[in-house]
């Protein structure tokens, strides 16, 4: 294990279980229609990889990115789109694909700047959510876990933009997160 690493929370062959089944529940809701799957850049790419390849209804690809004001690892509130959408949303099926809900700023931020582009649909998958965390309320439409309030890396997530690559979803050391 990382030396960074306190624990590992979620193994991946957990999180690759969940991620077929929230794949079959996806493929099954969208029968017969297609996909525009927006990633949110960076956190959801591992995750997004990994659902794309168990849906079976076509699917389209896009990436948005964005930052919160602030040097914090919580987030400000003020989104910035820094990366918006390539593909027109008008009229299409969006699913958008979190890596994780804690205020939910991010995402009513997300969701309000893609609704008001008309999309056919609007539904939100996200692989973890910090309920205890919410500020603002969000609906998730497809959920991977639900976790206390711990900051977590791996799968995707990052501390300082590193632990990205680890496989699972581990807890990481509070002395590395407070820079000791
Ligand atoms: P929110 O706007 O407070 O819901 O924050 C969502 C964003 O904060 C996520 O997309 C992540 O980038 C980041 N974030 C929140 N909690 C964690 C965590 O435990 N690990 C890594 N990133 C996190």
Do not use: W
């Not at 990633?39 to 790419?45: A, I, Q, R, Y």
């Not at 969701?111 to 609906?139: N, T």
């Not at 807890?171 to 590395?176: A, H, N, P, W």
């Amino acid at each position: 294990m990382h030396p960074d690493i306190e624990r590992v929370l979620i193994a991946r062959y957990e999180i690759q279980d969940r991620v077929k089944i929230l794949g079959a529940e996806i493929s099954k809701n969208y029968s017969g229609r297609e996909i525009l799957a927006v990633g949110v850049l960076k956190g959801s790419v591992v995750f997004l990889a990994d659902l794309l390849r168990v849906l079976t209804v076509p699917v389209e690809l896009d990436f948005i990115a964005v930052s919160s004001y602030g040097a914090s690892s919580t987030s400000s509130g003020v989104v910035r789109i820094i990366k918006d959408l390539d593909r027109v949303v008008t009229g299409r099926e969006v699913l958008l694909v979190e890596d994780i809900v804690d205020t939910g700023l991010t995402l009513k931020y997300l969701a309000e700047h893609i609704r008001a582009q008309k999309p056919a649909g609007f539904k939100v998958c996200a692989l973890l959510d910090k309920p205890s965390r919410r500020s603002v309320p969000v609906e998730i439409n497809y959920l991977g876990f639900a976790i206390e309030d711990e900051f977590v890396v791996g799968y995707g997530l990052d501390y300082a933009g590193r632990y990205r690559n680890l496989p699972d979803v581990c807890v990481l050391r509070r002395d590395v997160r407070e820079g000791k």
